[in-house]
Structures are given as C-alpha cells and as structure tokens.
C-alpha cells in the first residue's frame, strides 16, 4: 500500500527536542522534493520546511529557522524533523508531504506534538 507515515511525536516541555520521521511505504521517495507541515487547533495548516529531493537543499518558516533540522535518508526512503528549542507554539499536528511536479501528491496521517510543562 503506497502511504506515509509519520511518527516520533509525543508530549515534551519548552526547551525540549523531539525528531519525528517520515516513511514512504510502496513508493521511491528520491524524486519527490518533501516537506513537512503542522496544524494547531483553529489554525490553517502551515508550511513548517521542505527538502529537495538530493537533500541538498532546505528552507523553513521563519518561525523555526535555527531551532528546526529537516534531513532525509533516501536509502532508508525516510525524511526527519529534529525540533529543539521546543515552543509551546510548537504544538501541533505535524504532517509529512511528498511532491513532484508529473507524480502523485502523498501525505501522511499526523503526528501530534504537544509542548506543555
């Protein structure tokens, strides 16, 4: 079954790291240019970073530049998304996109994050 599936999510204090991973089953994700997203509740979903399809390449919201890492695997057909400097505004649920201009769109079904003391 072709899908993504995040994982790694999970309740952290401020100031704490987590790295969520995404997994591409039934699917190559090498040419796909990833990216992840998150959603807080009454929020419109945000475009947290993305990865060219290489790796060679990122960028960020503004919001998580210098605290947020995104790296991918293709070998292991996984992208990553170490967060440190945890916010409480960091919470939400955090989704993972791979796209290519001529292929299918795929997302994954979430991770929740929840930063709270």
């Known amino acids: 079954q072709v899908r993504l599936v995040e994982s790694g999510g999970g309740l952290v204090q401020p100031g704490g790291s987590l790295r969520l991973s995404c997994t591409a089953f039934g699917f190559d994700v090498s040419p796909y240019r990833m990216s992840w997203y998150r959603q807080a509740p009454g929020n419109n979903m945000e475009l947290v970073g993305e990865?060219?399809?290489?790796?060679?390449?990122?960028n960020y919201v503004d919001s998580v530049k210098d605290r947020f890492i995104i790296s991918r695997d293709n070998a292991k057909n996984t992208m990553y998304l170490q967060m440190n400097s945890l916010e409480v505004e960091d919470t939400a649920l955090y989704y993972c996109?791979?796209?290519?201009?001529?292929?299918?769109?795929?997302w994954g079904q979430g991770t929740q994050v929840t930063v709270s003391q």
């Open positions: 990865i060219s399809p290489s790796g060679g390449r990122t």
């Open positions: 996109k791979a796209a290519q201009s001529g292929r299918p769109v795929y």
